[in-house]
């Protein structure tokens, strides 16, 4: 079968990197891809935009593209899905409505809270001046977080410490800072405990775990700056009590999933749970429509099994027919550095010369390799890669413990350097 990824980023092409290797995969092209994702084995990049539908469904008929997976969330919302499966084109992900999920955060909690799925307490505003009268007089306790309603890139949360901190934050967001995502805005009472984020495969009706990873959202060390898109991440999470995946199956997953297919819009791709472990247990923070960035790029090292034929069934509705465990996952852990370009996450440098060995780049049956470089914000320069954008490349290494893939990690992230260079020191710690 010929595959098709939409995604030029880190996340896409540890997509790619572990379709290319697969038994039934016989050539991956990418929409649009970048060039280091071009020198992966059986991989081609279109250059067509991941928002160009019906250029991406003219390529697929030309070109005998059997499935095709979806990266980016943006695509997702803008209903992708749905146009290539009218166009009679096999696509993995959810449709518009069900990743509203992701694209709304109050539709998800108006859902949370009908279906009693465990979250924090939370408000939703269309305008600044309700907004501000309620923080003004709510007692939390613990302080608040203000979201964006819609799609911000990762950068639409924001943990307020205090009172005067969220009616800042409020205030900038309905002023304009997060565009038509800030809209319409959600305040929550702030969780405390550890996040986590469980990605479960579902097909409609059911889901089954992918993997679970821990991610580093600020763009400094000891969780200090301005959010990112994601600065590390490691899996598995090792410091969860035993059953505790069991606990977000029974009382999250499955009540989603019942719950998207009870309102008409059948679940069907990767939910993204993103959960903080609170004394009283699992609860969302929120939900999310696709692949995680830059989760993916630690997890698709640490598959054992082939992951097109899970994706298939998912797309199918036939999950029932595979293991109920998901997905075979190797006995390693895993921890991924991400270097993200000067400026970030404001308006990041471009093209700046990367020096990366050619050792490190892709190469006939790397898939057997400890330690791998996923490439995102890149061009090709005249003489080298260059930065091309926020997060620029991240790496991946694999040892029998967590310690272990962390010392390797940054070992192995020395000889990888361009100007004005961040990376975080503490990936892989318990922040």
């Not at 695509?75 to 749905?82: F, S």
């Amino acid at each position: 079968m010929k595959v098709l990824v939409v995604g030029s980023g880190g996340r896409e092409h540890a997509l790619v990197w572990k379709l290319a290797q697969e038994e039934f995969t016989t050539e991956v092209f990418v929409a649009p891809g970048n060039p280091v994702m071009a020198l992966e084995s059986k991989t081609t990049c279109t250059n067509i935009g991941a928002g160009d539908f019906a250029g991406i469904a003219e390529f697929c008929r030309k070109n005998s593209v059997g499935f095709v997976v979806v990266g980016p969330d943006q695509a997702l919302a803008d209903g992708i899905v749905d146009y290539l499966e009218e166009q009679g084109i096999a696509t993995f992900g959810p449709t518009k409505a069900a990743a509203r999920v992701e694209w709304s955060k109050a539709f998800s909690k108006e859902v949370m809270k009908a279906e009693g799925i465990p979250t924090a307490r939370y408000e939703v505003f269309e305008a600044l001046a309700p907004a501000q009268d309620f923080l003004r007089s709510v007692e939390w306790g613990g302080g608040w977080v203000v979201k964006a309603d819609g799609l911000a890139l990762g950068k639409g949360v924001v943990v307020c410490e205090s009172r005067d901190e969220a009616l800042r934050t409020a205030e900038e967001f309905f002023g304009g800072a997060m565009g038509a995502a800030g809209l319409r805005v959600v305040i929550e009472e702030r969780l405390f405990g550890r996040e986590v984020s469980v990605f479960s495969l579902c097909d409609g009706e059911r889901g089954v775990l992918l993997g679970m990873a821990c991610d580093y959202k600020r763009i400094f060390d000891g969780a200090k700056g301005p959010n990112t898109g994601g600065m590390g991440a490691f899996s598995p999470a090792d410091w969860l009590p035993e059953g505790f995946a069991e606990e977000v199956q029974a009382k999250i997953v499955m009540p989603m999933v019942a719950a998207m297919a009870k309102r008409g819009t059948p679940f069907k791709g990767v939910l993204f749970s993103g959960l903080m472990a609170t004394k009283d247990g699992p609860k969302v923070i929120e939900f999310n429509a696709r692949f995680g960035d830059p989760e993916t790029q630690v997890l698709m090292p640490l598959l054992e099994d082939d992951l097109l034929p899970w994706l298939r069934a998912a797309r199918d509705g036939k999950l029932s027919s595979r293991p109920a465990a998901g997905p075979k996952r190797k006995a390693l852990h895993g921890v991924h550095l991400v270097m993200a370009a000067a400026n970030y996450p404001g308006a990041p440098r471009k093209g700046d010369p990367i020096r990366v060995p050619e050792e490190m780049l892709p190469t006939e049956g790397d898939g057997k390799r400890l330690a791998k470089v996923f490439f995102a914000g890149v061009a090709k320069g005249k003489d080298s890669f260059v930065t091309n954008g926020g997060r620029v490349l991240g790496l991946t290494a694999l040892a029998d413990s967590r310690a272990e893939a962390r010392r390797k990690a940054y070992a192995i992230s020395e000889v990888i350097q361009f100007e004005g260079m961040q990376k975080r020191g503490d990936i892989g710690l318990d922040e």
